[in-house]
């Protein structure tokens, strides 16, 4: 138990880690039904992180927005195409070029579309096929980007307790309606509005935040041993139980993520945040050779494969980071500084 409640001492940068590593665990094991659950507390962290670091630095400054704008992009863009083009080689590698004699049927619109989507991530929920499968909340993410600077003048003019109520009624709207609009941020703008909330001063602690964590074990634990809920979580990760089940689960732990944001980076957290990005696009990269030679084998056949898939992650994502992103996000810091002096 002791152990189990370190996690309320882990920095964000730490907990943002997990959360990715939850996603991989979504990809690569059947009892793992919570990686959309995992996602959408990055929507929230987001929301504040990205709210608070706009208002505080780039919106009293001349060009703000445009300079804003450009930082955001350096950070998505650099990781997503080196993730993006290690995806195709190792599809075309294995796959041949199926793929792409698919694309080659799409008239000319579409053709365009998915080079678009592909290369800028806007629109890239509509596009299919999807070499880089988890990148469809880079397109959330961009989106909100875009969608900041107006949300942020909103709030400083209607309540955002307001703008919480809108947001949950577009997102029953987009639920209910599958298509452009079910595939937009619209789906997930209570995420982000919460987050920002949070950015503003508003308070989740309806429970303590050990308790939320209590709260969510209990709930999961409940999917394992109670048989109709086993057969609609873990036997089908894609039932609509389960879609809607993911929606709420984040929602129980707003206390311990309010929690969380509180808690100073020190020593290596920050160097986790950055990992938790590249984890979560790399781990794709790797899992098609993966389930490529041993998708079809049992769980238990998979486990000393999938020991040094995990192996095999970590080294690549440690790599990355030290040789590609670092010195990236060093270069993107110091232009950050140097046009808002």
């Known amino acids: 138990m002791r152990s189990f409640f370190h996690i309320m001492k882990i920095g964000p940068g730490a907990f943002r880690l997990i959360l990715a590593l939850i996603v991989v665990g979504f990809h690569l094991s059947r009892y793992v039904f919570i990686g959309n659950a995992a996602v959408y507390a990055f929507f929230i962290l987001s929301g504040y992180w990205v709210s608070k670091m706009y208002e505080e630095k780039y919106i009293s400054v001349k060009r703000g927005i445009g300079i804003y704008l450009v930082s955001r992009m350096w950070r998505i863009y650099p990781i997503y195409w080196l993730a993006l083009g290690c995806s195709m080689l190792i599809n075309y590698a294995l796959y041949g070029s199926r793929y792409w004699d698919k694309i080659a049927t799409y008239h000319t619109l ?25 990148a469809w909340s880079l397109d959330i993410e961009m989106q909100f980007y875009l969608l900041l600077p107006l949300m942020i003048y909103c709030i400083r003019r209607v309540n955002i307790r307001w703008l919480l109520l809108v947001s949950v009624v577009l ?31 508003m308070r989740f602690d309806f429970v303590r935040a050990k308790v939320s964590l209590w709260i969510l074990l209990a709930v999961l634990g409940l999917h394992f041993v109670m048989p109709v809920l086993y057969q609609e979580t873990v036997l089908s990760k894609f039932s609509m139980y389960n879609v809607h089940l993911n929606y709420v689960l984040p929602l129980i732990i707003l206390p311990y993520i309010q929690h969380n944001i509180n808690i100073q980076s020190k020593g290596n957290d920050m160097m986790y945040g950055a990992l938790s990005y590249i984890v979560y696009l790399f781990h794709w ?38 040789f590609f992103d670092k010195k990236n996000e060093k270069r993107r810091k110091a232009w950050v500084s140097f046009v808002i002096r």
Request: with cysteine; charged share 10%.
């Open 285 to 322: 990269v790797l899992i098609i050779p993966y389930l490529y030679y041993y998708g079809e084998l049992s769980q238990l056949q998979k486990l000393p494969y999938t020991v040094i898939y995990l192996l095999l992650l970590t080294f690549i994502s440690i790599l990355i980071y030290i």
């Open 110 to 134: 579409e053709q365009v579309h998915f080079g678009l989507s592909n290369f800028t991530l806007l629109g890239y929920c509509q596009t299919t096929p999807k070499f880089l499968s988890p």
């Open 171 to 201: 997102m029953v709207c987009a639920l209910s309606y599958y298509g452009r609009m079910y595939r937009s941020i619209l789906k997930y703008l209570p995420y982000f509005l919460i987050g920002i909330a949070m950015a503003k001063g």
